[in-house]
């Protein structure tokens, strides 16, 4: 469908032809979308910033009256509980508003200093949208981590292809259809389905960049399919998230912190808390408290359930594969064991004195198992929090804040909170991504948005200069003459 065809469509009221409710599915659909995608792009592009904002506020107020439907959604696809959906909601909400709200500020045409040597030029920079976006999601959060990509891309004048997981598509269309209702206009959210061969088709589709979401191993198959059409990529990969605990740690906060970044959504978090480092002398009384609070979760099919299920039946061999490996080679099993295995369900695990090339320490287990293990000291735990390849959140806690700070500091990781965790998702101010195996690239804040955009310099002469260096008529002493007053002026 053409842009011209699209709004032909809006002005009959075919809302299946305007919105993700005309979703196409399958390698061989990607193409025809990603043409009508480009097709809609200038007419977006040409509402600007303030007609974008009001697109995306009315779509995220339609959001929000309909977030029971969403939640219901969620949790039909993936099984999280109703509050674990309830978040993702709240997070879209707020991450979508600070896009709309900011794009203008961070994109928008700002002059800069010309300098000394170019006083006689105006010079500006703006960000331009790139065309069209293709984004891959992952099915953990079906719709908060599409939507840092999705707000971010379409605030900045962009059109969007979304390929959700193979297990989450409705949540996809659904987004894709309530916008759909609010853009008066064709499309600019589609949405492509199927597994992982969509998703490989999207990336040789000539998009103008890729953004990833999903596993460390998937993205390099995504940078090399992207790599045909020089396609610039985004990569959000998994993680393997430490928390440090200092001494003088409150520890009561700590171990609730802890085990609700490690537990909730069933331990399925890219930044989901996996390996905790605990200084010695408050080990003890922290492990404690970890297990009184893991052991009172409630895991199944019962309405009042903190953890779902695990939702790729695949996984469950994995969890299982690092908790094994951990007991084999000496591990502690403070909570739980091979009972806590109840296929599709997961209990929580905690475990201690875990050896450091464990296959629970060194890769992503992606389930609600915790390692605690002691260190003599918060250098130590720095060393080991830092030796992985994955380099996404982290987390450190101490009374001590500006000890906090200067731990946060040393820490490979692209997001840390201090007394708290996973803060950092919270605040769309803040740009999200990670280093190493966990990708490379930013969504969300600033960074996110000028992610999506490609900077435009443009300079505009004021008047003729005094010296004219950029043409073959100068003087012959020009060159000398410049040289000689940069050299007085930044000579020394
Ligand atoms: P996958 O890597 O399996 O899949 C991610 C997406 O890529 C899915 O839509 C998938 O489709 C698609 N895909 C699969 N193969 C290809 C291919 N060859 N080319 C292009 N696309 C392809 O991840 P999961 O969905 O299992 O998500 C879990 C992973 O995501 C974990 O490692 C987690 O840490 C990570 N993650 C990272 C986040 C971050 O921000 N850094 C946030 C959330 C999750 P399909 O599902 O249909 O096969």
């Known amino acids: 469908m053409t842009a011209g065809a699209a709004a032909a469509a809006a002005a009959a009221g075919n809302s299946a032809l305007r919105g993700g409710t005309d ?47 969403l939640v219901d959604l969620i949790r039909a696809e993936t099984g999280k509980t109703a509050d674990d ?138 940078m090399a399919a992207c790599a045909q059409n020089l396609t610039p990529v985004v990569i959000e990969g998994g993680g393997k998230d430490a928390m440090i605990v200092a001494a003088d740690a409150d520890l009561d906060a700590a171990a609730d912190a802890a085990v609700w970044a490690a537990m909730s959504n069933a331990g399925q978090t890219c930044v989901g808390l996996e390996r905790v480092y605990v200084v010695a002398e408050v080990a003890d009384g922290f492990l404690r408290l970890v297990g009184d609070r893991a052991g009172a979760l409630r895991t199944g099919e019962r309405p009042d359930a903190d953890l779902g299920p695990i939702v790729l039946p695949r996984q469950i061999e994995v969890i299982r594969a690092h908790v094994q490996d951990a007991v084999a080679r ?43 293990n002691r260190v003599a000291s918060v250098d130590e735990a720095v060393a080991r929090a830092n030796a992985v390849s994955y380099g996404l959140g982290a987390s450190v806690y101490t009374r001590d804040r500006a000890q906090g700070r200067s731990i946060a500091g040393r820490l490979r990781a692209g997001m840390v909170s201090v007394n708290a965790v996973i803060a950092f998702a919270g605040i769309p101010a803040l740009p999200f991504g990670g280093v190493g195996d966990s990708g490379f690239g930013r ?46 002026l930044y000579g020394r």
């Open 23 to 69: 979703t196409a599915s399958g390698p061989e659909a990607v193409g025809p979308v990603v043409a009508d995608a480009r097709a809609a792009q200038p007419w977006w592009e040409g509402l600007g910033f303030a007609g974008r904002k009001k697109v995306l506020d009315a779509w995220r107020v339609l959001i929000l009256r309909r977030a029971e439907e």
């Open 85 to 222: 959906a309830r978040l993702e909601v709240v997070l879209v909400a707020d991450h979508l508003r600070w896009s709309a709200a900011h794009a203008a500020r961070v994109l928008g045409r700002r002059r800069v200093r010309s300098g000394l040597l170019m006083f006689n030029q105006s010079a500006t920079v703006e960000y331009r949208p790139l065309g069209v976006v293709g984004v891959i999601g992952p099915w953990n959060y079906p719709a908060f981590i599409p939507i840092g990509p999705v707000a971010a891309a379409l605030a900045a004048g962009n059109t969007v292809v979304l390929k959700p997981s193979e297990l989450t598509p409705g949540v996809g269309r659904w987004l894709a259809d309530t916008l759909a209702e609010a853009v008066p206009g064709p499309a600019v959210l589609r949405v492509v389905t199927g597994g992982g061969q969509t998703g490989a088709a999207l990336c040789r589709a000539a998009v103008d960049k890729i953004s990833f979401t999903g596993s460390s191993a998937t993205g390099r198959r995504v």
């Open 330 to 372: 000496g591990a502690r099993l403070v909570l739980g064991g091979p009972e806590s295995f109840a296929p599709p369900h997961v209990a929580p695990i905690v475990l201690a004195d875990v050896p450091e090339d464990s296959i629970a320490l060194t890769e992503e287990t992606f389930g609600p198992v915790l390692v605690v």
């Open 443 to 488: 969504v969300h804040g600033p960074d996110g948005l000028r992610e999506f955009s490609r900077s435009q310099a443009v300079t505009s002469q004021r008047f003729r200069p005094f010296m004219q260096p950029n043409s073959f008529a100068r003087d012959p002493g020009t060159m000398r003459a410049l040289l000689r007053m940069v050299r007085a």
